[in-house]
């Protein structure tokens, strides 16, 4: 329930940084866990990280693990994606989205468990 708003997408060069941003309206983050996917052309919603906001379990995706940082500022009510070394291959539309459940441990993340989406925000990478 309630709605997320993503920004903080750009272009950038390959080798730079963006820092995505997810702000709710009408809840906290309490008993949730968030989550960032992206999606390319021709490509189904791929789970690039989540944090459950009460265990803070947190997964990342192999092909960002070490670049990318989720957390979340409680106080600001706002998710973060901090997005470093970008590559060309990091380009599509990136979503957060949350799920009324926590976790110990995350080895995966399904899109279907995740209930509520913002809009998308669009990252272009260039090289």
């Known amino acids: 329930e309630g709605q997320l708003v993503e920004s903080g997408g750009g272009m950038v060069q390959a080798g730079g940084s963006l820092r995505l941003s997810c702000a709710t309206s009408?809840?906290?983050?309490?008993?949730?866990?968030i989550g960032w996917f992206r999606q390319a052309p021709g490509k189904g919603r791929e789970g690039v990280s989540a944090?459950?906001?009460?265990?803070?379990?947190?997964y990342y995706a192999d092909s960002v693990k070490g670049r990318f940082t989720i957390s979340i500022d409680s106080t600001k009510n706002t998710a973060y994606l901090q997005m470093n070394n970008l590559k060309p291959e990091d380009t599509p539309l990136y979503y957060c989205a949350i799920a009324p459940i926590l976790y110990i441990r995350i080895t995966t993340m399904r899109a279907d468990d995740f209930g509520t989406w913002g809009q998308g925000t669009q990252v272009t990478v260039s090289s």
């Open positions: 009408g809840f906290t983050f309490n008993g949730y866990t």
């Open positions: 944090l459950s906001s009460d265990t803070g379990a947190t």
